[in-house]
């Protein structure tokens, strides 16, 4: 029985990693180089949609209060900069205000040499990243696969056929950008005391 179990799971991870890969293959081969499609467009209303961002984004209003929180740091480490590091620091795009929602980026940036503030768009940034300022550019590094975790549940079915009512389910995969799931699943039925093996390949549809 246990050999059996161990050679459908082994079947089942050798069919999601052949998915796996396709699909990034896919994906490596199909996404056109982003940097071919980066528009630099003159605004001049970002100074003025900054001053009323500030006075939106630093308040929360007594109805906000069921949704929003003003999150206090940890903590916060500090070291006295000589004058070289300021000097190159200057040089670079400097980051005053960071907007995320969902997966995308808007990040505003000021450049002292030249006096040009700058507002960065970005798509798909998904929620592990870090971000580098740079001479008249802002450097994102973003990952595109996660880890989904360990999951385990109990699992009580409502259904007139006794046997088929209590499942432990422990399942674990992987996803692109939260958005395409692959995974599985090791199911016991405690009634019929039998154990079972799925995959399963998702895809969010709104998010």
Avoid at 91 to 98: C, N, Q, R, S, Y
Avoid at 173 to 195: A, D, M, P, Q, T
Wanted: net charge positive; hydrophobic share 35%.
């Amino acid at each position: 029985m246990i050999l059996k179990i161990l050679k459908i799971s082994f079947i089942a991870v050798f069919l999601l990693i052949i998915l796996v890969l396709s699909f990034y293959t896919f994906k490596y081969f199909s996404i056109k180089d982003k940097t071919e499609t980066i528009q630099t467009i003159r605004d001049t209303t970002i100074i003025y949609r900054y001053i009323q961002e500030l006075k939106k984004d630093t308040v929360i209003k007594w109805h906000e209060k069921i949704k929003y929180i003003n999150n206090k740091p940890e903590k916060i480490n500090y070291q006295s900069a000589d004058s070289h590091t300021v000097s190159d620091i200057k040089e670079k795009d400097l980051i005053f205000k960071l907007d995320r929602h969902r997966d995308n980026l808007i990040i505003k940036s000021i450049d002292i040499n030249d006096s040009t503030i700058r507002e960065y768009y970005f798509e798909n940034t998904g929620r592990d990243f870090s971000l580098v300022s740079q001479k008249g550019n802002l450097y994102l590094k973003s990952r595109i696969f996660y880890f989904s975790g360990i999951r385990i549940d109990a699992v009580y079915n409502f259904s007139p056929e006794k046997n088929k009512r209590i499942t432990l389910k422990a399942g674990t995969g992987i996803n692109w950008h939260e958005r395409i799931f692959l995974g599985g699943n090791i199911k016991y039925n405690f009634s019929e005391r039998k154990f079972d093996f799925e995959c399963s390949l998702g895809i969010k549809i709104f998010k």
